[in-house]
């Protein structure tokens, strides 16, 4: 599928005619609605004066622009309204007045205080699929605690899940944001699809402790009923062996072995050392993993005589899962992504870049994968649309 398989004239996408307004900033409520723009939504993004989403300032990589902003916000619509000026409310509220969804992760309760919560503007409007991000829930203790990723990250365990035994780390990316994000965007859509059948609408609420937690639930359960704290690991796997990085002659090559019968291929016809199937140290998983190190060593002086792309040769003959150690920029020129044509030019205010396709693959559409909005780039046709006579700078 490539990007001339769909004329951008006349193209019907899953969500056209839907019309969702976020009043959103940094990581998880725009990775949500950045997925409907996507699908075809049209998403009006509420931005304050002169500063806009704080996320447009993390870094200056992307031909001067946040690889943050331009991953999470293309095909949106860039509105700056002052939510406190009467006029710019009135067209805040022009806008819900007409729209299919409402998504914000104010501070804890802000939007309350602004009427922007679930109850005000459902009760308006039945229809209306409101979804609201927080840190840690409208209720309990936590619930006006202020929450990041890292912190959500230290507070559901994942820090003393990952990192070596000696220093525990956190994920190299915004994972509580976008597990978060995540939730927010398939609870909106399974929301419009109820509305289908019932003409309601919904009121959503995504706490980020939930969504990340509910992905920590493995090694939180491990923890737990295994009655022993988490194994921190680095990049070996806590529970399997060998699974992991190993030195080569030149590099690194990483490998997983699953079950018993790959564990015998790997000795047979990979190490050519069919004698290490009788050792007791390697007999089953559980005593691999127990011998992990004698078991890597012994691994590594095999391979030392290979060069990495002769081990990944070695491994692919005998059905071993394998991969190399690359780094994020080379994700970018990855020969199976651009082999499969995974990449698409994206505007940006300053220039274009080449951004990677949604995962989901379509033979009936493909995503919209819009503009990068500059801030207020929108402003004035969206107050033109809906605000009419008496709002803006003049009634301020």
């Not at 019907?12 to 950045?34: H, K, M, N, S, Y």
């Amino acid at each position: 599928m490539s990007g001339n398989d769909f004329p951008e004239a006349g193209i019907r996408r899953p969500l056209d005619g839907i019309l969702v307004v976020a009043v959103e900033q940094a990581v998880a409520a725009p990775f949500a609605t950045r997925q409907l723009a996507d699908l075809g939504a049209r998403v009006i993004k509420v931005e304050r004066p002169g500063a806009g989403d704080f996320a447009r300032g993390y870094d200056r990589t992307v031909h001067g622009e946040s690889s943050y902003f331009v991953w999470l916000n293309r095909g949106k619509e860039s509105v700056e309204l002052d939510l406190k000026q009467p006029g710019d409310r009135r067209v805040l509220d022009a806008i819900i007045g007409r729209a299919d969804v409402f998504v914000q992760n104010l501070v804890p309760g802000a939007a309350e205080r602004a009427g922007l919560d679930a109850g005000t503007l459902r009760a308006a409007r039945p229809e209306l699929v409101h979804c609201a991000i927080s840190g840690y829930g409208p209720e309990g203790p936590y619930r006006a605690k202020k929450a990041y990723d890292l912190l959500l990250q230290c507070e559901t365990g994942l820090v003393l899940s990952t990192g070596t035994p000696e220093t525990p780390a956190k994920a190299g990316f915004s994972v509580a944001d976008i597990a978060t994000g995540m939730y927010a965007y398939s609870g909106i859509l399974t929301a419009l699809y109820d509305r289908d059948h019932t003409g309601r609408g919904a009121s959503l609420h995504v706490a980020m402790i939930d969504a990340l937690g509910e992905w920590m639930s493995q090694p939180a359960y491990f923890s737990r009923y295994g009655a022993e704290p988490p194994r921190r690991t680095a990049a070996k796997h806590p529970s399997i062996s060998p699974y992991g990085p190993y030195r080569t002659a030149d590099g690194t090559v990483f490998l997983g072995v699953q079950n018993d019968r790959e564990w015998q291929r790997l000795c047979r016809e990979v190490l050519k050392q069919p004698a290490l199937l009788d050792d007791p140290r390697f007999g089953g998983n559980p005593d691999r993993v127990a011998h992990d190190r004698e078991l890597a060593a012994l691994l590594e002086r095999a391979f030392a005589a290979h060069t990495s792309a002769e081990v990944v040769d070695l491994l692919e003959a005998a059905g071993i899962a394998n991969a190399l150690l690359r780094t994020p920029e080379e994700l970018t020129r990855h020969p199976q992504l651009v082999a499969r044509d995974r990449f698409r030019a994206v505007p940006l205010p300053t220039g274009t870049m080449e951004a990677m396709l949604p995962p989901v693959m379509s033979d009936a559409w493909e995503p919209a994968m819009g503009a990068v909005p500059p801030l207020g780039a929108h402003t004035a046709a969206v107050r033109a649309e809906f605000g009419g006579p008496g709002t803006g700078a003049e009634a301020r």
